[in-house]
Structures are given as structure tokens and as C-alpha cells.
């Protein structure tokens, strides 16, 4: 079983940044980068969005339409950790935040794709 815990959520006016981090750790056969990482966010009412996604080797990235130029995701598979930064935050980025692993490796955006989910953490973005 992997564990995901993802922090870096908080209150940021528009146009602000925040880098959301997100921690693996499982029994000791497991390896943080066999595994396919990627972020999603879901607001009230709303189904949980795609936003990005990072190869198990980290040399290719993609992104949903919504965030591409503003939003970087990144891993250090040293560290076990993989990393959302987020600039020039709108209102409409408010949003619970969650990062996923996936055993595969295409490039999912469904959250079907993924076996792994942490527990959110919000984030707020201020008019």
C-alpha cells in the first residue's frame, strides 16, 4: 500500500503562488519512481479535474488546458516527493488538491488511471 500526503495548501490573494508538495511512502519494496504521479483538484459539487501529470522518470510532463503556463509539476525521486507550483492563482483555482500514482505509464488523466490518492489539501485564492 502506498501512503500520499500532500501539503502547501492555504489562503493566497489572485495572482499569488503556492507550491503544494506531496510526500510517498509505502512498504519496503516500494519504489516512488516506478510509479506515474499526477495532480487533480475537485471543488464543491464539481467532479474531481485532471490538472497534470509526471512520468516515472520525470523528463515529460502534460497538462490540462486550464492550467498549462501557470501550473509546474515536478518530482524528486530522491526524495520521494513530487511537487505542484502554482502561479498567477485566480479565484476560480479554489479548490481541494490531490496528487495520485498510477503503476502505469501512459499519460492518464482519467482518475481510474490512478490506484494511489492522498487526502487534499484546499486551497484558497482571494479576489
Known amino acids: 500500500q502506498v501512503q500520499l500526503v500532500e501539503s502547501g495548501g492555504g489562503l493566497v490573494q489572485a495572482g499569488g503562488s503556492l507550491r503544494l508538495s506531496c510526500a510517498a511512502s509505502?512498504?519496503?519494496?516500494?519504489?516512488?519512481?516506478?510509479?506515474?504521479m499526477g495532480w487533480f483538484r475537485q471543488a464543491p459539487g464539481k467532479e474531481r479535474e485532471f490538472l497534470a501529470g509526471?512520468?516515472?522518470?520525470?523528463?515529460?510532463?502534460y497538462y490540462a488546458d486550464s492550467v498549462k503556463g501557470r501550473f509546474t509539476i515536478t518530482r524528486d525521486n530522491n526524495k520521494n516527493t513530487a511537487y505542484l507550483q502554482m502561479n498567477s492563482l485566480k479565484p476560480e483555482d479554489t479548490s481541494v488538491y490531490f496528487c495520485?500514482?498510477?503503476?502505469?505509464?501512459?499519460?492518464?488523466?482519467?482518475?481510474?488511471?490512478?490506484?494511489?490518492w492522498g487526502q487534499g489539501t484546499q486551497v484558497t485564492v482571494s479576489s
Open positions: 495520485a500514482a498510477s503503476r502505469l505509464s501512459d499519460r492518464g488523466i482519467k482518475t481510474s488511471f490512478y490506484d494511489y
Open positions: 509526471i512520468i516515472q522518470n520525470g523528463r515529460s510532463t
Open positions: 509505502g512498504p519496503t519494496f516500494y519504489t516512488f519512481n516506478t510509479y506515474l
